[in-house]
């Protein structure tokens, strides 16, 4: 089993920055595709960005193109969410989530992941 915990979240002021953390432990972190996902009150969860196994693809919302970039340090077993030029409907927990089948693309569906963290909050001001 996998435990994720996420950190970082908080309160920023519209075009702001913000890093998400997101730490595993219970497994071969080097060996996943992570993921970080968001959900709004009154919406349903949405993806935000992913990373396969070695750093080298990652996926983005179009929302978040140009934005938010997602790294991961395999040393660490920690996958990371910078986020600048937040906008106020960036507001959302964030959350990680790992996936546990192998693949050289990301997949963008929840209901793909296996672990999921307990989430951040993410509020941006206007």
């Known amino acids: 089993q996998v435990q994720l915990v996420e950190s970082g979240g908080g309160l920023v002021q519209a075009g702001g920055s913000l890093r998400l953390s997101c730490e595993a432990s219970g497994g071969t972190f080097s060996s996943y595709t992570m993921g970080w996902f968001r959900q709004a009150p009154g919406k349903e969860r949405e993806f935000v960005a992913g990373i396969i196994r070695s750093g080298g693809r990652t996926s983005y919302a179009e929302s978040v193109k140009g934005r938010f970039s997602i790294s991961r340090d395999n040393a660490k077993n920690t996958v990371y969410l910078q986020m600048t030029r937040l906008k106020p409907e960036d507001t959302a927990v964030y959350y990680c989530?790992?996936?546990?089948?192998?693949?050289?693309?990301?997949?963008?569906?929840?209901?793909?992941?296996?672990?999921w963290g307990q989430g951040t909050q993410v509020t941006v001001s206007s």
């Open positions: 989530a790992v996936g546990l089948a192998q693949t050289t693309a990301v997949i963008n569906i929840a209901r793909w992941f296996d672990y």
